[in-house]
């Protein structure tokens, strides 16, 4: 796997996946952006979210729930010296159907997060990640 990450201009870039789809980034005002894009450490959180949010549909598929719709909202903490590294990441999974069965979303989601979720698990070396959910019903 391999990324690169272009300069543009001030303290925005344009990242490109080796499968050939880009991004804009962008720093922040006080460090001269101009707020054109997603900062680094929003993407490291959306990332989290992505990875373990296809590991949770993959897996509520395969177990032929009846999932409608499916979100993860994630909330990251920073420490507040530099590095400013996340210490506590928290993902809110929303699973939306009709019948769903909340032991399979509750095996889900501890699947992504104990065994699959390459994203999570790497973070979960450096900060304290952890995982709930709720079910809704459509309307």
Known sequence: MQVRVKWVEGMAFVGESGSGHGIVI??????????????PMELMLMSVGACSAVDVVHILKKARQPVLDCYVEVK?????????????IHLHFV??????????VERA??????????????????A???HDYELRVPG
């Not at 939306?96 to 399979?104: C, E, H, R, T, V």
């Not at 997060?113 to 070396?125: I, N, P, Q, V």
Request: proline residues 5%.
């Open 76 to 88: 990251g903490k920073r420490a507040e010296t530099q590095p400013k590294v996340f210490t506590d």
């Open 95 to 104: 699973v939306i159907g009709n019948d769903l069965k909340a032991n399979q």
């Open 128 to 130: 304290k990640v952890t």
């Open 109 to 126: 989601v501890k699947l992504s997060a104990d065994k699959y979720c390459s994203a999570s698990l790497m973070l979960s070396k450096a």
């Open 26 to 39: 962008d720093g922040p005002p006080d460090l001269g952006g101009r707020d054109l894009g997603m900062r």
